[in-house]
Each structure stands twice: as structure tokens, then as C-alpha cells.
């Protein structure tokens, strides 16, 4: 058992042209900060298995000899790692995430979604065409700094466009912290100029909205056309929705990839160090604000706004930064603190109303 246990946890061994020899969970993704939470005994009982795709009939799974299907879990998203039991009525244990990534879910329930686990590196899609946004881009970058996972911004449809590098330099506006690459998603480009993040035993992502080539990076990095893709509108360069649900993919290179459905709507929740990371020349000139509680509007000493007039700080990029602080703290208020203060507001309502009818 003990020989059991150390082939699954040992760290990747070397071929003898020193490329990387995966064990069966390493394909998938395992690395030593899943495997330091597990004793033998789980493993023997409860092998683990890694959710590669979210569906609404269930999860499928995949593990050392093991790919299944499991029943749905709101808890549970495309990338976790999961302990799986014998008894089939018998809930997973989920092991703790490396990272997480997740938004405040679309409608007016403010419920939160999760969107992927257990990622090394996002890769934030866009393209150049009327398609590109720097505000969007800085939702996907905070989202990424939030959960530490690394962020690449990755400019598709080079070939497209008659002065491209004008795209690169607004995207590198966004972040010194951020690598932008500039390329066609088609043909061997995107595995060499992405290779330095696709290393065995990592797991990426590609985010973006519809039609930026999210399927099709995914394609070039695995050497095949599996993934359907399809061209965006002509009249507004808005993509169609081709992929329907969030999949991990294995790549011959050792790399697992994670494609996921075109999101246009991204509200960001419980992300106030990722804004404040991917802001952090607002925030240190801030810091020299003469108030503490400056609301960098109109105070006197206020170092935000003199940085403005002096065109040290774009007043574009300090009106996103606001917007993106006040959207996040607005979001990350519980559903129970909103329903507290609504009832505290109707029942302010009804008082008033009844003093006035008396």
C-alpha cells in the first residue's frame, strides 16, 4: 500500500530526453498542495478525482482509472479536486482550492457563481475589433489578482487589423504587473508563444467573451479542431455562443485546459484586493492624500486629483477604478445584510406611512 501511495503522490519523474513523465493525476492536474491533504488510508478509500466538465444533469469526473459521472453540486465547480466515496449516495469531500474563481451570478438574487477551481493561469481573451474593452479587461485582471492566479491578456485576430499594436498598448495600460500577447489564434502561434505558462501538471484557463477565440486557442494549444468554433457578426463583431459549458482538457503536452462559455456580464464580489492589485497606482497616490478618508471628489490635498491635472493619472482609469470599488463593495454585501436592510427600509415605509394616515 505504501508503493501504492508514493506512485501517486512522488513527485514527476524524467525521460531520458529530460521531458516530464506524468503519473495518471498528474495529467489531470494534481500537484504536491492537493496531495499534502490526504492521508494513505483516503487514498486507498476515497481515491481522489478531478470535475473536468460542469453540466446540469451532473459532474463528470476523472481520477486514476476512474471516469464518471456524479450527481450536480451547487458547491462544486469544473476544476475542484474531490474525494470520491464508494457508496454512491455518499456526498464527495472536497479538498482545499489552490485558487477560486467566481462572480455574482446574472439576475437580481445576487447569489454568487462559481466558475473554475485550481488554476495556475488565465489567459484574458479579447480581440481586435470593436469587441475590445479596457473596463472588461480589468474585471477579468482583478478577478484573476483576487485569487492569485496568474493573468496574461492574449489580443487575437493580429492579422485582422490594419494597426494591431494599438490594441497591445492599451491592453499594457492596464497593468505593469500584466504580459500582453499579441497573435493569431490559428496555426502554431498560440502553442509557442503561450508555452511558457502550458507547462506539464499545470491547469490554464481562457476567458473572454464570445467570438474572441477562446475555442480556438484551445484548439491550437491541443493540435486538433474537437472544440466547434464559430466566425463572430459582421454588423457589431459580437461572438456566438459555441461552447455551452465549462470543460478541462487534456493536451498531449501535460497541460489541462480549461474552456469556458463567452461571459459579458462579469460582476465582481468579494474581489476588494484584486481591484485594489490591479489599481495600485490609485491606491499608492491615495496614500498621500492629506485626509485619510479622502474621497478623492474635491478635498483639498487630495493626491489623486492633482495626479489627474497634472496628466500624471488618466481620468478615464480613476472613473473605471470608483465604479469597480463601489460595484465590488455593493456586491460583496451579504444576501442576509440586503434582506436585513430592505426590512429595515419597508418597515421604516409602513411607520411613516401610518403616521401620515393619522
Given at each position: 500500500m505504501k508503493r501504492e501511495y508514493l506512485n501517486v503522490l512522488a513527485s514527476t519523474s524524467q525521460k531520458a530526453d529530460n521531458k516530464p513523465v506524468l503519473s495518471p493525476l498528474e495529467r489531470l492536474g494534481w500537484q504536491p498542495y492537493f496531495a499534502q491533504q490526504i492521508s494513505i488510508d483516503q487514498l486507498t478509500t476515497t481515491p481522489p478525482v478531478r470535475v473536468m466538465e460542469v453540466q446540469r444533469s451532473g459532474l463528470h469526473v476523472m481520477g486514476e482509472a476512474i471516469d464518471t459521472h456524479i450527481a450536480p453540486n451547487a458547491d462544486i465547480t469544473v476544476g475542484d479536486w474531490l474525494l470520491l466515496a464508494d457508496d454512491p449516495s455518499s456526498v464527495p469531500t472536497p479538498l482545499q482550492r489552490k485558487s477560486l474563481i467566481k462572480r455574482r451570478a446574472p439576475g437580481h438574487d445576487r447569489r454568487i457563481q462559481l466558475i473554475a477551481a485550481n488554476?495556475?493561469?488565465?489567459?484574458?481573451?479579447?480581440?481586435?475589433?470593436?469587441d475590445f474593452n479596457i473596463a472588461r479587461l480589468e474585471r477579468y485582471v482583478a478577478l484573476a489578482m483576487e485569487a492569485e492566479i496568474t493573468p496574461v491578456i492574449v489580443i487575437t485576430k493580429a492579422d485582422m487589423c490594419d494597426d494591431p499594436e494599438t490594441y497591445r498598448t492599451q491592453a499594457a495600460a492596464v497593468s505593469e504587473l500584466v504580459e500582453v500577447i499579441l497573435l493569431d489564434a490559428r496555426g502554431d502561434e498560440p502553442k509557442a508563444r503561450l508555452a511558457p505558462w502550458c507547462k506539464p501538471g499545470q491547469t490554464v484557463a481562457f476567458l473572454g467573451s464570445s467570438g474572441v477565440g477562446k475555442s480556438t486557442l484551445t484548439n491550437a494549444l491541443s493540435g486538433s479542431t474537437s472544440i466547434a468554433t464559430q466566425p463572430i457578426r459582421e454588423d457589431d463583431a459580437r461572438g456566438r455562443h459555441t461552447t455551452t459549458s465549462r470543460q478541462l482538457h487534456l493536451l498531449d503536452s501535460g497541460c489541462v485546459v480549461l474552456d469556458t462559455p463567452g461571459m459579458r456580464e462579469l460582476q465582481l464580489t468579494d474581489a476588494e484586493t484584486g481591484i485594489a492589485n490591479l489599481f495600485s497606482d490609485i491606491e499608492e497616490l491615495a496614500s498621500q492624500c492629506r485626509f485619510n478618508d479622502c474621497q478623492h471628489e474635491q478635498e483639498p490635498g487630495c493626491a489623486v486629483l492633482a495626479a489627474v491635472e497634472s496628466?500624471?493619472?488618466?481620468?478615464?482609469?480613476?472613473?473605471?477604478?470608483?465604479?469597480?470599488?463601489?460595484?465590488?463593495?455593493?456586491?460583496?454585501?451579504s444576501l442576509a445584510q440586503r434582506r436585513s436592510k430592505d426590512r429595515a427600509f419597508g418597515k421604516m415605509v409602513r411607520e411613516a406611512t401610518q403616521r401620515k394616515k393619522r
Open positions: 488554476l495556475d493561469t488565465v489567459f484574458i481573451v479579447t480581440s481586435c475589433n470593436p496628466g500624471e493619472l488618466d481620468p478615464q482609469r480613476l472613473e473605471r477604478w470608483r465604479k469597480l470599488a463601489a460595484e465590488e463593495q455593493f456586491n460583496t454585501l
